[in-house]
């Protein structure tokens, strides 16, 4: 039988709570050993109840994995080339990022212990700085939904009031980083999926420009739209994992060639002149009371360093939820495709021959969100309806993005708007989908324009955390960090993140 | 009442042609685009379609496509778009063909594939000429009652030539394709062989009342694997439909399946014309921008296509234009002529040779030309011993057939075998008189003046000789050898 593994020393659990830097740090000097880090995040896992049980946040995980990666760390240090930025530091990936060694199911039936033979670029720049993979994380079922109800591994629980949903669908990354399992996640965007869950989760969520970030080996939901993001405690956390997993990619043709700056490099710019536009379309009147008095607070902060903000409209955005929810349900229809039970995945037989096959394998693999948008996606490419949606909503995008171009031209750096229109919501308590669809109704235009966007949190409401978006132009993202760190430091003391749970 | 008879109808054919670019590497891909390698061989995360892979495009493949389309007389357009034509089937692993749609590679283009009697061109327009990615092989005869699928194919880089509803007859639509090919081979485009798939024909064919303006409805054939094949499918489908329309009925638009054997069409049991492909652009990839500059660039290194080099041979190489024809019906063939031709300083022999022997021996051997084992350098060679008379003619083709076996050249052969022309008296003489000797009753005759039977008697030494005697020797020492020593 195998030995126990040996708890974590408290010096490694306080290294995995305190910021990354210290933690790199002390592992580049050796002060720390990889391996107890490893140990300190899945004690920590265990604390706080992350099994199936009870918050559910991984799918998988890989302790002897990932203490075999530390041990290589160790065994590297002191040779000629030095450890990378994210040396020794624990960290979890969303469950549809390509990864050797542990499933990639995408929370689907479908992918049920489907191991991928490669590993996406973004784990390998991971890899390469030194990351240790622990564990893939529970989301919704190939990114569809903002709840992470909708896995076919069971919801995750959000760690700061377990009776609520963590958003989604990076729930899973949000919780863990919320639960102080990593201090690093990624998970990934197509209209709002890294943000949502971290405003939910009292976190920073990062999604960069569309192109700044390889998505070779991200399962694909709708191409136009995706991106890997990260998942933060701090915003300097996640400048560093953006720093790491940005550039271009020759195996993506839609990354792009554009020089990826030093992010924390924004941390103590200031913001001195900084031009704060404040978008009325995203503050409606409607709006939750909570959240409209923390977003007034964040922008008197603003305000105090010295940044001005301004009145701006971006007039398409209300056309922003039906467009989302015509082109990334298509581009889903065809990118789900492939799962067909002929190559990997679920394979379910049947007597009405390969007809019946597809549609047995697809009806059994897919759960009803996925399916319902594959219906929804097939209907609006079809010949016949293609102009009247597909087309309309692509000329609508442009208009979209358009918005952005000419408030960005007029002057404005960072436009910044509530991440949210409610706080976490109980699991089960929003069941009609056109109501969940809702939850990205300040998120989903940033994917359709492809301009970089973050939530930061900025209070709470009786307890459950608050984020604000601060939303750049294309690879904006440096003062996109810069409105964060400001954001960040003004509000520490209102809210400090990630110290909620017990 | 007049009968209508299928003289009053006229064919109306479109041919959709498939090419496989001759690309080391795959489209999307860097798995080797080779084929005949062991099944699913040549495959990886983006040809196999796993989950999280993404396609980059083969920049080769490309020029390779803007070569054809230039060759085809086409505008490319300094934008085209990737689209994803989305259907379901086993090999077709991400469930859809990224192929272009509404924005192609290249539009416009046509071929002049002969002349009518009165000596007007006939013309056949090109639609268009897309990229696109060529489906994996579904194996349907190798294990009992299940279907395998070899993903060796999928990705390989096309191109489909699509044509204008311009040909008139099988005779047309056979000549559109030989040029086709012709041309592709010339522009060293694609191997354009229709035994290894890398050149694929759908035939469009519809009737019409001679006069009409409107077309008719057409079908669609498939299944139809060579060239002669496409002529007899057209005929036959033709035939078909005109006896439909002669008995009042109407010809339903569908797709119909070749069956050689039995030399008539069938319809398809698939529903594959209810299909819709839900084309869309595709995200993975940009629009593709070629810079016009390049474009002009990859137009002026195309290569010699057939028209140019038959007018160059017959100027340059003083051959007659029937032979340059012939010599250009293939590029390797012309190209191994002119080789020959230079080193020789021979035209006039190595146009006989190139398509005589070198053409027999290459289709007895299956191969192809540049696999041929005698290299122009060795037969310019052969051509030159010819010329000098260091072989006889009869030496010249046994020495050209060891070449063929033993891939040696042919100074080597010739002394290996003992086929150098033989001049030296005595030798000669020693062969007349075993001749005379053993051939008594003739040679009594001939030294009676039956001079007829000199031929015969050189024949005869020439044999003994294996070939190597030199003839006009044996003629001059005959006679006196016969006359008996003085």
């Not at chain 1, 490099?265 to 379309?281: M, S």
């Not at chain 2, 030798?427 to 008594?440: C, F, M, Q, Y």
């Amino acid at each position: 039988m195998k030995a126990q593994p040996a708890r974590a020393s408290a010096a490694a659990a306080k290294l995995l709570a305190g910021p990354l830097t210290e933690c790199v740090a002390c592992i580049r000097e050796g002060a720390a050993i990889p391996a107890d880090m490893v140990s300190a995040s899945f004690d920590r896992a265990d604390e706080v109840g992350a099994g199936k049980d009870a918050l559910n946040i991984f799918i998988s995980t890989d302790r002897e994995g990932a203490t075999e990666s530390a041990k290589q760390l160790t065994a590297h240090l002191g040779r000629a080339e030095p450890l990378g930025n994210l040396a020794g530091v624990p960290v979890a990936l969303k469950d549809n990022i390509a990864t050797l060694g542990m499933p990639t199911t995408c929370g689907s039936r479908i992918l049920e212990g489907y191991v991928s033979p490669y590993e996406a670029t973004v784990v390998r720049r991971l890899r390469a700085n030194g990351a240790v993979i622990v564990g893939k994380t529970n989301m919704d079922e190939f990114a569809m939904g903002s709840s992470t109800e909708n896995s076919a591994y069971g919801p995750t629980r959000n760690p700061v009031d377990i009776r609520r949903v963590p958003g989604g669908s990076s729930g899973g990354s949000a919780a863990a980083v919320a639960a102080g399992i990593v201090r690093l996640a990624l998970g990934s965007e197509t209209g709002g999926s890294v943000r949502q869950p971290a405003s939910f989760c009292g976190v920073v969520g990062v999604k960069p420009t569309y192109g700044r970030v390889s998505r070779y080996g991200l399962v694909a939901f709708g191409s136009s739209l995706d991106q890997v993001g990260v998942l933060g405690r701090t915003v300097e956390d996640a400048s560093i994992g953006m720093e790491v997993i940005s550039g271009c990619d020759p195996l993506d043709s839609t990354s792009a060639d554009v020089p990826v700056p030093r992010y924390e490099l924004e941390k103590n710019a200031g913001l001195k002149g900084l031009v704060i536009g404040k978008p009325r379309e995203y503050f409606p009147d409607g709006l939750d009371p909570r959240i409209a008095q923390e977003c007034e607070r964040a922008l008197d902060a603003y305000r105090e360093l010295g940044a001005t903000v301004r009145d701006v409209s971006l007039p398409h955005t209300s056309y922003s939820i039906p467009v989302y929810y015509i082109i990334a349900p298509a581009e889903a229809s065809s990118n789900l495709a492939r799962f067909d039970g002929v190559r990997y995945g679920l394979r379910v037989l049947s007597e009405r021959g390969l007809n019946g096959m597809y549609e047995e394998t697809r009806a059994r693999g897919f759960g009803p969100e996925v399916t319902r948008r594959v219906l929804l996606g097939t209907y609006v490419l079809s010949a016949g309806y293609y102009d009247a949606y597909y087309k309309k909503a692509q000329a609508v995008r442009t208009l979209i993005a358009q918005d952005f171009r000419d408030v960005f031209a007029s002057g404005v750096d960072v436009l910044f708007t509530p991440t949210t229109p409610t706080p976490a919501f109980e699991l089960g308590a929003v069941k009609d989908a056109y109501e969940m669809y809702l939850s990205d109704i300040f998120t989903a235009s940033a994917n359709l324009a492809g301009v970089p966007a973050m939530s930061v949190p900025i209070g709470d409401a009786a307890g459950l955390p608050i984020g604000g978006q601060i939303i750049a132009p294309h690879f904006g993202e440096s003062v996109m960090f810069r409105a964060a760190f400001g954001l960040e430091r003004a509000l520490a003391g209102n809210f400090v993140p990630g110290e909620q749970d017990a | 009442m007049t009968a209508v008879t299928e003289r009053e109808y006229e064919m109306v054919v479109g041919l959709e042609v498939h090419v496989q670019l001759k690309t080391r590497t795959k489209a999307f891909c860097s798995c080797s685009a080779d084929f005949g390698a062991p099944p699913n061989t040549n495959v990886c995360p983006v040809c196999l379609a796993l989950p999280g892979a993404l396609p980059v495009l083969n920049h080769h493949a490309v020029e390779l496509a803007v070569r054809a389309a230039i060759a085809l007389e086409c505008k490319v357009h300094e934008t085209s778009v990737f689209a994803r034509k989305n259907y379901f089937y086993p090999d077709l692993p991400k469930g859809y063909q990224i192929s272009q749609y509404d924005k192609p590679l290249a539009e416009k283009g046509w071929l002049t594939i002969g002349e009518l009697e009165n000596k007007t061109p006939v013309r056949v327009g090109i639609t268009r000429v897309h990229m696109e990615e060529d489906a994996g092989k579904s194996v349907h005869d190798r294990y009992n009652g299940v279907t395998a699928i070899d993903l060796n194919r999928a990705g390989v880089p096309l191109i489909e030539i699509v044509s204008e509803p311009d040909m008139r007859s099988s005779a047309e639509a056979g000549a559109y394709l030989r040029l086709i090919k012709q041309i592709l081979s010339y522009a060293g485009v694609s191997d354009v062989s229709m035994e290894e798939g890398s050149l694929r024909v759908d035939a469009n064919v519809s009737a019409r009342l001679r006069g009409a303006t409107k077309l008719g409805t057409k079908t669609e054939i498939k299944n139809v694997n060579s060239f002669s094949a496409v002529e007899r499918a057209l005929d036959s489908e033709f035939t078909r439909q005109v006896a439909l329309l002669k008995s009042g009925g109407t010809v339903s638009q569908q797709t119909m399946l070749w069956d050689g054997a039995r030399g008539e069409t069938r319809p398809s049991r698939s529903k594959e014309e209810s299909h819709d492909y839900r084309y869309f652009p595709e995200p993975d990839l940009p629009p593709l921008a070629l810079d016009a500059e390049w474009i002009a660039r990859v137009g002026r290194e195309i290569p010699e296509l057939p028209d140019a080099r038959r007018k160059r041979l017959v100027d340059e190489y003083k051959i007659t234009p029937p032979d340059a024809e012939l010599l250009t019906s293939s590029a390797g063939f012309s190209e191994y002529f002119e080789a020959v031709a230079r080193a020789s300083l021979d035209p006039k022999g190595a146009v006989n040779w190139v398509m005589g022997e070198v053409s027999a021996a290459v289709n007895a051997a299956g191969v192809h030309l540049d696999e041929f084992a005698v290299r122009p350098a060795d037969l310019a060679e052969l051509l030159r011993m010819l010329r000098d008379d260091v072989v006889s003619h009869t030496a010249a083709k046994r020495i050209f057939a060891r070449m063929v076996e033993t891939g040696k050249p042919p100074v080597q052969v010739a002394a290996e075998e003992g086929l150098q022309k033989v001049d030296d008296d005595s030798a000669l003489a020693g062969w007349i008189d075993e001749v005379l000797a053993e051939n008594p009753s003739e040679a009594a005759r001939y030294r009676a003046g039956e001079t007829k039977l000199q031929g015969v008697l050189v024949g005869l030494v020439m044999k003994k000789s294996k070939g190597s005697a030199d003839p006009k020797k044996v003629n001059q020492l005959l006679p006196e050898r016969a006359r008996g020593p003085s």
